[in-house]
T-cell receptor, first 113, second 111 residues
Framework: QQQVKQSPQSLIVQKGGISIINCAYE??????FPWYQQFPGKGPALLIA?????SEKKEGRFTISFNKSAKQFSLHIMDSQPGDSATYFC????????????FGTGTRLQVFP | EPEVTQTPSHQVTQMGQEVILRCVPI?????FYWYRQILGQKVEFLVS????????KSEIFDDQFSVERPDGSNFTLKIRSTKLEDSAMYFC?????????FGPGTRLTVL
């Protein structure tokens, strides 16, 4: 019940295209859903995050869509750029607890020019 | 911009040896974490630390692991007797009100 399932495992997109990564969870107590971006040899860096009281959050080219009833959330990267090539992790936590992050398995995104 | 720092960037050790991984969290943060990432796999929670004590630990964080905040700035992870399967990237993180900020990691290689 603590798992976060992420798909796809890898994604290849052409420059200018839309990248979509999906995550699903079981534990309805989760109340914070961040997305992290990780470049090789670096630590994860927060990209964007959402709480379950909203269905969508947009920051620049990055949008999180959240479906509380389906227990799913997704990351959309509009106008994907080669510099977006990285591994993306969704995560979930329960903020009133220690808010340890439960990470998905990651999606390796490659954007080709 | 403040950031979490970790040292060393790479540690090579022999099986059975003790290692200490060091982290300097962001200065005004109160919550601290260690995570690990085995090569090519997801990031896994190890332990959280608040108010000078462990808040929560995972099944991975057994008696071989310990954490300490020896002074006002450092946060350390000690592995007493390393095993081959401890080889991984270890990330320290610290949190403000919402966000956990991760350090660049220490790559631990156990031979």
């Amino acid at each position: 019940q603590q798992q976060v399932k992420q798909s796809p495992q890898s994604l290849i997109v052409q420059k200018g295209g839309i990248s979509i990564i999906n995550c699903a969870y079981e534990n309805t107590a989760f109340d914070y859903f961040p997305w992290y971006q990780q470049f090789p040899g670096k630590g994860p860096a927060l990209l964007i995050a959402i709480r379950p009281d909203v269905s969508e959050k947009k920051e620049g080219r990055f949008t999180i869509s959240f479906n509380k009833s389906a227990k799913q959330f997704s990351l959309h990267i509009m106008d994907s750029q080669p510099g977006d090539s990285a591994t993306y992790f969704c995560a979930a936590s329960i903020r009133l607890n220690t808010d340890k992050l439960i990470f998905g398995t990651g999606t390796r995104l490659q954007v080709f020019p | 911009e403040p950031e979490v720092t970790q040292t060393p960037s790479h540690q090579v050790t022999q099986m059975g040896q003790e290692v200490i991984l060091r982290c300097v969290p962001i200065s005004n943060h109160l919550y601290f974490y260690w995570y690990r990432q085995i090569l090519g796999q997801k990031v896994e929670f190890l332990v959280s630390f608040y108010n000078n004590e462990i808040s929560e630990k995972s099944e991975i964080f057994d008696d071989q692991f310990s954490v300490e905040r020896p002074d006002g700035s450092n946060f350390t992870l000690k592995i007493r007797s390393t095993k081959l399967e401890d080889s991984a990237m270890y990330f320290c993180a610290s949190r403000d009100s919402d966000t956990q900020y991760f350090g660049p990691g220490t790559r631990l290689t156990v031979l």
